[in-house]
C-alpha cells in the first residue's frame, strides 16, 4: 500500500509563494498519476494540477494557470507544487492524491491513494 505525505503547508500574504511536497512512502511502487487538490470549508474538493510520472505531462486548473507549477524528483519519489502569486481564494486544505492510470483524472473519486493534507492560509 503506497502512503503520500504532504508538507509545505503555512500562512503566506497574499503575492507570495509556497512550496508543496509529496512524498511517496514506496520506492518500488509509485503510481502513474500524481496530482494536487484542494477542499475550502464548505466547498468540494477540487483538481488544482496532475503529472504523468512516466513522461512530465502535466495539467492544470483554469484558476491556477501560470501561477502554479507542478514537478517531480526521480530520486526522492517526490511531487511538488510550487505555488505563487497566491490568492486568499487559494485558501484551502491541499491533498496530494494518486492514481495509476494512462490519462491525468480531475475528478476525486478516480483517486485511489491520498495523502492527510496540508492547510495554506493566504492573508488579504
Known amino acids: 500500500q503506497v502512503q503520500l505525505v504532504e508538507s509545505g503547508g503555512g500562512l503566506v500574504q497574499t503575492g507570495g509563494s509556497l512550496r508543496l511536497t509529496c512524498a511517496a512512502s514506496?520506492?518500488?511502487?509509485?503510481?502513474?498519476?500524481m496530482a494536487w487538490f484542494r477542499q475550502a470549508p464548505g466547498k468540494e474538493r477540487e483538481f488544482v494540477s496532475g503529472l504523468l510520472w512516466s513522461t512530465g505531462n502535466t495539467l492544470y486548473a483554469d484558476s491556477v494557470k501560470g501561477r502554479f507549477s507542478i514537478s517531480r524528483d526521480n530520486a526522492k519519489n517526490a511531487v511538488y507544487l510550487q505555488m505563487n502569486g497566491l490568492k486568499p481564494e487559494d485558501t484551502s486544505i491541499y491533498y496530494c492524491?494518486?492514481?495509476?492510470?494512462?490519462?491525468?483524472?480531475?475528478?476525486?473519486?478516480?483517486?485511489?491513494?491520498w495523502g492527510q493534507g496540508t492547510q495554506v492560509t493566504v492573508s488579504p
Open positions: 514506496s520506492h518500488t511502487f509509485r503510481p502513474f498519476i
Open positions: 492524491a494518486g492514481q495509476n492510470s494512462a490519462i491525468i483524472p480531475t475528478t476525486p473519486s478516480m483517486y485511489r491513494f
